[in-house]
């Protein structure tokens, strides 16, 4: 069983431009949920997946947008990056939406961190 | 903006003392639980504690629920050196729904000295 795998683990891009981040889900997870964590603070959420579909947002612009593969893998876009997007954004996935239990336990991935200069 | 504060924000002990952070939120909740995190990398979940349940133990944690205080705390009991790392609450609002995304303090760093 593999653990949730983020690439690239460390970029650095202007502002203005344009960036994709990458994540593989834990085997048999079925929701990805995006993280940001700006230095010295807790993640804040950014948005979910579940079955393709944005499944809850959090408070940020539309220039942050994803997508969720038929496989559960998952991409983070951001447009028009600004120096606060300088964060260490994390990927996780759960077995949560849809399920009786549905405590959402996360499992992370060693998270992808951007600096915008 | 963050649903819990974690307190102390910096905690500094002797390898084999007990660690007790504290955790306050503001909305109802499903379920809270404690993550982990070393150096700035992914977090790791650590124990999940239900609305309905008062203290839970794993191995050498414990954790307490107080929801009329909205307040909850974990202990590490002989603490060791690999226990370094920064510690967050991170709650199920009610209001969540389908979506049941956790909600994170901004984390206790604990530093445990050999």
């Known amino acids: 069983e593999t653990g949730v795998t983020q690439s690239p683990t460390h970029l650095i891009k202007t502002r203005g431009q344009q960036v994709t981040l990458r994540c593989s889900s834990q085997?048999?997870?079925?929701?990805v949920s995006w993280y940001q964590q700006a230095l010295g603070q807790g993640p804040q959420f950014i948005f979910q997946?579940?079955?393709?579909?944005?499944?809850g947002r959090g408070n940020f612009p539309p220039r942050f947008s994803g997508l969720q593969f038929p496989n559960y893998s998952s991409e983070l876009n951001v447009n028009a990056l600004e120096l606060d997007d300088s964060a260490l954004y994390l990927c996780?996935?759960?077995?949560?939406?849809?399920?009786?239990?549905?405590?959402?336990?996360?499992?992370f991935g060693a998270g992808s961190r951007l600096t915008v200069l | 903006s963050q649903q819990g504060e974690e307190d102390p924000q910096a905690l500094s002990i002797q390898e084999g003392e007990n660690a007790t952070m504290n955790c306050s939120y503001k909305?109802?909740?499903?379920?809270l639980q404690w993550y982990r995190q070393n150096s700035g990398r992914g977090l790791v979940h650590l124990i999940l504690?239900?609305?309905?349940?008062r203290e839970k133990h794993s191995g050498r944690l414990r954790v307490t629920l107080d929801t009329s205080k909205k307040s909850s705390s974990l202990l590490i009991t002989a603490s060791r050196a690999a226990d370094t790392a920064s510690y967050f609450c991170a709650t199920v609002p009610i209001s969540s729904g389908s979506a049941r995304q956790l909600t994170f303090g901004s984390g206790t760093q604990l530093t445990v000295l050999p």
């Open positions: 909305t109802s909740i499903n379920n």
């Open positions: 997946y579940y079955r393709e579909e944005e499944n």
């Open positions: 085997s048999g997870h079925n929701t």
């Open positions: 504690i239900r609305s309905n349940e």
């Open positions: 996780a996935s759960s077995l949560a939406v849809g399920t009786v239990s549905g405590a959402n336990v996360l499992t």
